[in-house]
Each structure stands twice: as C-alpha cells, then as structure tokens.
C-alpha cells in the first residue's frame, strides 16, 4: 500500500505552491526591473528631444544671420535674448554680437556672433552655444 501512494503522489499533475510561488517572485523581478528600464528610457528620450531643439533653435539664428542681406544691420536684427516655447519645453536664447575691427583706419571688419540656448530642465552641460563670423560684406 505505501508503494501505490507513492507512486500516487509523483504521479499527480501540475505545480506545487513553492514552484508558484518562485515563478510568481521571478515574473515579478522582471517586470519591476521592465517599469525602471522604461522610465529611464521615456526620460533619455525627453531629454534628448529637448536638446534637439535646442539645437535647432541655436541653427536657425545662424542660418539667418547667414542669409541677411545687409551687414550693417546684424547687430540689431540679431542681438537679443528671447524666450521660446516649444514641444512643451521652454528656452532661453541669447544672441551676442560682437564686432572685431571695423575702425575707419582698420583692415579688418568683422562680426562673431554666438547664440546660446539654456532650456532650465536640461543639466548644464546640456547648454548649446553656437557661434559664427561673418565678414563685412
């Protein structure tokens, strides 16, 4: 008799409670290590979003200081701080000109201009600062 209940218990299907039980802790594990994965990819993903535009709002003041038809007026078209919103976020950009020369007796005549785009979420190294010269044309 002892040998047919043996033979009774490993014969019975499905699981115990402990292996439930380690499944259940494992499944588990991986879908809390899962939900972190995600939002540090969701905040990644924002962060970058957010330094892409920041990039652009920086290329386009150079692309129009690039493209404006009169020397004269590029301090005045260009030099000053706004702010932007854009895609939610909102950035400060600042437009510096400075002019190198540009005396009556001086062979040399030109303007550095430097924008820099701060966006308060972003870290500071996160900061772009683009600059171009343009000559006197």
Do not use: C, W
């Amino acid at each position: 008799m002892s040998h047919a209940t043996k033979v009774g218990r490993q014969m019975r299907p499905g699981m115990t409670l402990i292996e439930v039980m380690v499944a259940l802790v494992i499944l588990s594990g991986s879908l809390i290590a899962m939900g972190n994965f995600m939002g540090k990819f969701a905040h990644t993903q924002r962060r970058a979003g957010m330094h892409a535009d920041a990039v652009d709002l920086a290329s386009d003041v150079m692309d129009s200081v690039q493209h404006d038809s009169s020397y004269a007026a590029i301090p005045g078209d260009f030099q000053k701080t706004a702010t932007i919103a854009r895609d939610g976020a909102s950035f400060t950009r600042s437009t510096v000109v400075k002019q190198i020369g540009g005396a009556v007796t001086s062979n040399v005549n030109y303007y550095v201009i430097t924008t820099t785009v701060i966006n308060s979420q972003l870290k500071p190294a996160d900061t772009v600062k683009k600059s171009i010269v343009i000559r006197s044309f």
